[in-house]
């Protein structure tokens, strides 16, 4: 099964598809409307999982990324930093973690708080997408999270269980596919 396949087996066929030429590697972020919810807009890129990218522990792996945003959200502004990421990522050589935070470029879009991503797997989607099998070794899927600056920090402090958790009491309270949405630690009571 080739990775389109994947893609398209696992969610839906993609409904554009954009060239990043980076320093690193030229690659494609694909556009997937209406996936997970009918109002949100899926990135994933496409042929970052080419390079091999060293863990911490020594061990290579392959990674593409996932941005989810709501559709009100999308333009190129919103799925630029995907690119940056993954290029970055790239130029690195090193994967990256889960829980892991990496600083963006800026706000996601005007009018928003979101800087900074935590890499997590791709909770949202089906578990049988977040690792395609074609590839040797296999492709991990990592699902970019924007985060505040404050979001950013207790992720940091706190590690990956604890925040998984607390993004899944915030799911309630706040829209994690919204770049425009306010930070989600005071409406769950937790304060920096």
């Known amino acids: ?8 087996n696992e969610l ?4 554009a598809v954009y060239v990043v030429d980076g320093p690193s590697a030229p690659f494609r972020i694909l ?3 209406g996936v997970p919810e009918n109002d949100a807009l899926l990135y994933v890129t496409e042929g970052a999982g080419t390079r091999l990218l060293e863990q ?20 190129d502004n919103a799925r630029r930093p995907i690119g940056t990421l993954a290029d970055s990522v790239l130029s690195s050589g090193r994967a990256v973690i889960r829980g892991e935070v990496v600083d963006g470029t800026g706000p996601m879009v005007d009018g928003s708080s979101l800087s900074t991503f935590c890499c997590l797997a791709p909770a949202p989607l089906p578990q049988s ?13 990592v699902w970019l ?15 990956p ?8 009491e915030a799911q309630d309270a706040v829209d994690l596919f919204d770049l425009r949405r306010p930070e989600f630690l ?7």
């Open 31 to 33: 556009q997937i409307a």
């Open 145 to 159: 999270v924007p985060l505040t600056h404050l979001e950013a920090e207790f992720a940091r402090r706190v590690g």
């Open 56 to 75: 911490p522990t020594g061990r290579l792996i392959r990674q593409e990324f996932v941005l989810i945003v709501r559709q009100a959200c999308a333009s």
């Open 129 to 141: 997408f977040w690792l395609y099998n074609g590839s040797d070794p296999a492709t991990m899927f």
């Open 1 to 8: 099964m080739t990775f389109r396949d994947h893609i398209t």
């Open 12 to 15: 839906v066929e993609p409904g």
């Open 186 to 192: 005071t409406p769950l009571g937790i304060s920096e």
């Open 161 to 168: 269980d604890e925040f998984e958790g607390h993004l899944v």
